[in-house]
């Protein structure tokens, strides 16, 4: 039985409660907040649950075999981090951590110490995410020629972290999951609203080593929400529209076909004529497995505990994902300068 302790009990927290406590050989020990109100909740609905106002408490506890950190982005890694030297495996929500220096410590200790470290990259669960990554792995979509995604809504405005690392650090993280190449250099643009806050409207573009872009469109002032992306292919193109209550993936078998003809000039000469056909086929609706993300993501916790395995999304996709919002954020500070990537940053 892995004995689990949940810190923070904010807005993330009940539902990782409520999803930890319905998964097979896992049993939620405790659950820490500063606000005891909000542990008076945790009481009434779970009174075999522990709660305790001190972090330290959770942690020092012999029966937490792996502690859930739900908390603001600038508390991840010193939480993470006492975890870790505390011998606990850890799962810490997106980002993992505010800087990539930050990210590669919490990932040297994890593997120092042989612990599992996950990162509560959600959307890498859900059914839809799945069988994007299904179709291109198949190789039904072809070459892959762009990733578009928009992310919008009215608010929450964060206080910590801009608009690319509250949402767009969820397409980034859909986006290295799907594709099998890591985008090279990055730019971006954004622009805040609100005094003493960070950027509310950002716009990024990921540049390839092959014929691709991708581009990201994050933004907490919108009147409506948004939540669609794109993947166009050269045999199929995907639209994948999270708001849906049903059929939140479709395949589109449209695209163009290229066809090159040599034909005479006027003075006799052959030149070469470069012909664009549409196709217009079929569009599917696949069928998509509906369990819930969390709940997938707190099994295959709890299994990569249990038997050692790399987690879907670690450590590792963690460090990727905050090397690509820094690059990010520091191309907005300087007027969408592109941002090479190093090499090795660019593959799998």
């Given at each position: 039985?892995?004995?689990?302790?949940?810190?923070?009990?904010?807005?993330?927290?009940?539902?990782?409660?409520?999803?930890?406590?319905?998964?097979?050989?896992?049993?939620?020990?405790?659950?820490?907040?500063?606000?005891?109100?909000?542990?008076?909740?945790?009481?009434?609905?779970?009174?075999?649950?522990?709660?305790?106002?001190?972090?330290?408490?959770?942690?020092?506890?012999?029966?937490?075999?792996?502690?859930?950190?739900?908390?603001?982005?600038?508390?991840?890694?010193?939480?993470?981090?006492?975890?870790?030297?505390?011998?606990?495996?850890?799962?810490?929500?997106?980002?993992i951590a505010t800087t990539s220096d930050q990210a590669q410590q919490l990932l040297d200790?994890?593997?120092?110490?042989?612990?599992?470290?996950?990162?509560?990259?959600?959307?890498?669960?859900?059914?839809?995410?799945?069988?994007?990554?299904?179709?291109?792995?198949?190789?039904?979509?072809?070459?892959?020629?762009?990733?578009?995604?928009?992310?919008?809504?009215?608010?929450?405005?964060?206080?910590?972290?801009?608009?690319?690392?509250?949402?767009?650090?969820?397409?980034?993280?859909?986006?290295?999951?799907?594709?099998?190449?890591?985008?090279?250099?990055?730019?971006?643009?954004?622009?805040?609203?609100?005094?003493?806050?960070?950027?509310?409207?950002?716009?990024?573009?990921?540049?390839?080593?092959?014929?691709?872009?991708?581009?990201?469109?994050?933004?907490?002032?919108?009147?409506?929400?948004?939540?669609?992306?794109?993947?166009?292919?050269?045999?199929?193109?995907?639209?994948?529209?999270?708001?849906?209550?049903?059929?939140?993936?479709?395949?589109?078998?449209?695209?163009?076909?290229?066809?090159?003809?040599?034909?005479?000039?006027?003075?006799?000469?052959?030149?070469?004529?470069?012909?664009?056909?549409?196709?217009?086929?079929?569009?599917?609706?696949?069928?998509?497995?509906?369990?819930?993300?969390?709940?997938?993501?707190?099994?295959?916790?709890?299994?990569?505990?249990?038997?050692?395995?790399?987690?879907?999304?670690?450590?590792?996709?963690?460090?990727?994902?905050?090397?690509?919002?820094?690059?990010?954020?520091?191309?907005?500070?300087?007027?969408?300068?592109?941002?090479?990537?190093?090499?090795?940053?660019?593959?799998?």
């Amino acid at each position: 039985m892995i004995g689990v302790g949940i810190v923070g009990y904010g807005y993330w927290g009940p539902n990782l409660l409520r999803n930890f406590s319905d998964v097979p050989g896992c049993k939620v020990v405790s659950v820490s907040d500063l606000q005891d109100a909000r542990l008076a909740k945790v009481r009434a609905r779970y009174p075999s649950v522990k709660t305790t106002t001190s972090f330290g408490d959770l942690i020092s506890d012999s029966q937490v075999d792996a502690v859930i950190i739900a908390t603001p982005v600038c508390t991840h890694f010193d939480l993470a981090m006492q975890a870790l030297r505390a011998g606990k495996h850890v799962l810490v929500e997106k980002p993992i951590a505010t800087t990539s220096d930050q990210a590669q410590q919490l990932l040297d200790e994890a593997d120092r110490r042989r612990l599992v470290l996950a990162v509560d990259h959600t959307f890498v669960y859900t059914g839809a995410v799945r069988k994007m990554r299904e179709l291109v792995e198949s190789g039904g979509i072809g070459d892959i020629y762009y990733y578009d995604s928009v992310r919008v809504n009215l608010g929450l405005f964060q206080h910590d972290v801009n608009v690319l690392w509250d949402l767009a650090v969820h397409d980034l993280s859909i986006m290295d999951y799907v594709l099998p190449m890591r985008p090279c250099a990055v730019s971006a643009t954004g622009i805040g609203h609100v005094a003493g806050k960070p950027e509310d409207i950002a716009y990024l573009t990921l540049m390839f080593d092959t014929p691709m872009i991708a581009h990201m469109h994050v933004n907490w002032l919108a009147p409506v929400k948004v939540r669609r992306t794109l993947i166009g292919g050269s045999r199929r193109m995907i639209s994948y529209d999270d708001v849906e209550p049903s059929e939140k993936i479709k395949v589109y078998d449209k695209g163009i076909t290229l066809n090159g003809t040599h034909g005479p000039n006027g003075n006799g000469e052959r030149r070469y004529e470069l012909l664009v056909s549409y196709r217009a086929g079929d569009v599917l609706a696949p069928q998509l497995d509906m369990t819930e993300a969390l709940l997938r993501e707190a099994r295959h916790f709890v299994r990569c505990i249990s038997e050692r395995e790399e987690p879907l999304a670690g450590a590792r996709a963690g460090l990727r994902i905050v090397r690509l919002l820094e690059a990010a954020t520091l191309s907005m500070r300087e007027r969408s300068r592109v941002v090479e990537l190093e090499m090795e940053r660019c593959v799998a």
